[in-house]
């Protein structure tokens, strides 16, 4: 023997209802009253019933699907981002549907799942995503909300992200208000809109003091460890740095210890994001925290009005960001 699926047609038998009174129990908005309503759901819940999405999906156009598409699955930092997406859209009766950009160099195997998948909408998460990417999701019908990417007239759709500029500036600034006077910024990819900006910014708090502009390549540990021991063995004579994100900065931080170089005795070293592991007492990383949750809230929150009305076109955010102090600043 084999167990049966149960059917909203068993639901509606066992509830003495019509099987569009159960399609209606299920959808939220639908009209249906009170006492149906509960007679269904009792009925549902006996039969161990729950609604087929992939066929309402045929009735009603939608799919409740969200793309999540990104190209930092392996930083740590977007371990808190994925988490806290997921979660947040599933609490919300929407899916995630997860496509890495990785060697997707183009964008177009993910832009061609989410038109596969007839997803209702797009979030990007990512500060350097293809060129072009965010627009060819629009262009194919999506709303589309860009997470961490570069707010401004030239942002083909709309942005929550950071004021990466101030936070440059905010740790320029605090730099030389500790009397350091020479100064690096350490980057992670010379394309990243994030790190631009936040070199940008840098650069204008930090005026003459800031000596030299390095991008490591990308946001990994070993990129700024790397780096930074080329900068130790090539100027021994800076005094601080603000590197672009915090798993840069924990890089930059084992090359000093591996140069036997006292942080933040002879070198100062600032982060960016404010990861969990920035407070452990190996690093005590000083940093920048952007306020990812609230911007992942209204990213989600703003992409489900769209969903629900084509008008609903939601405006560029941009969030402050605050300066955490711990002992890796002088």
């Known amino acids: 023997?084999?167990?049966?699926?149960?059917?909203?047609?068993?639901?509606?038998?066992?509830?003495?209802?019509?099987?569009?009174?159960?399609?209606?129990?299920?959808?939220?908005?639908?009209?249906?009253?009170?006492?149906?309503?509960?007679?269904?759901?009792?009925?549902?819940?006996?039969?161990?019933?729950?609604?087929?999405?992939?066929?309402?999906?045929?009735?009603?156009?939608?799919?409740?699907?969200?793309?999540?598409?990104?190209?930092?699955?392996?930083?740590?930092?977007?371990?808190?981002?994925?988490?806290?997406?997921?979660?947040?859209?599933?609490?919300?009766?929407?899916?995630?549907?997860?496509?890495?950009?990785?060697?997707?160099?183009?964008?177009?195997?993910?832009?061609?799942?989410?038109?596969?998948?007839?997803?209702?909408?797009?979030?990007?998460?990512?500060?350097?995503?293809?060129?072009?990417?965010?627009?060819?999701?629009?262009?194919?019908?999506?709303?589309?909300?860009?997470?961490?990417?570069?707010?401004?007239?030239?942002s083909p759709v709309p942005v929550a992200t950071v004021d990466n500029v101030a936070g440059g500036r905010l740790v320029g600034e605090t730099m030389r208000q500790r009397g350091l006077k020479k100064l690096v910024f350490l980057g992670g990819s010379p394309h990243d809109a994030s790190s631009i900006d936040r070199a940008n910014g840098f650069a204008e708090a930090a005026g003459k003091a800031l000596r030299r502009t390095v991008f490591a390549g990308n946001y990994t540990h070993d990129h700024g460890r790397d780096a930074m021991l080329a900068l130790l063995d090539d100027d021994a004579l800076i005094d601080g740095v603000f590197c672009g994100d915090d798993v840069l900065a924990m890089g930059a931080m084992d090359a000093c210890r591996e140069r036997g170089v006292d942080v933040p005795g002879q070198i100062s070293v600032v982060g960016f994001d404010d990861m969990p592991l920035a407070a452990w007492a190996a690093y005590s990383l000083t940093t920048v925290r952007q306020p990812i949750r609230a911007m992942i809230l209204h990213a989600i929150e703003r992409i489900a009005a769209w969903v629900e009305d084509a008008n609903a076109v939601p405006r560029s955010k941009l969030f402050p960001c605050e300066l955490i102090e711990r002992t890796s600043l002088r």
Request: positive net charge; hydrophobic residues 45%; charged residues 20%.
């Open 1 to 154: 023997m084999h167990s049966r699926t149960t059917t909203a047609r068993d639901v509606a038998e066992l509830a003495g209802v019509s099987i569009s009174a159960v399609s209606r129990t299920f959808t939220p908005g639908a009209s249906v009253s009170a006492k149906t309503k509960e007679k269904v759901l009792a009925a549902a819940e006996s039969l161990g019933y729950r609604p087929n999405q992939l066929a309402r999906s045929l009735m009603t156009g939608r799919t409740a699907l969200i793309g999540l598409v990104s190209n930092h699955f392996a930083n740590p930092t977007f371990m808190e981002v994925f988490d806290l997406f997921t979660r947040e859209l599933q609490a919300r009766g929407l899916r995630p549907l997860l496509a890495n950009l990785g060697e997707d160099e183009d964008g177009s195997q993910a832009l061609d799942m989410m038109r596969q998948y007839s997803v209702d909408a797009v979030l990007i998460a990512t500060s350097a995503p293809p060129a072009g990417f965010a627009a060819s999701c629009r262009a194919a019908g999506m709303p589309v909300i860009h997470v961490f990417g570069r707010a401004g007239r030239g």
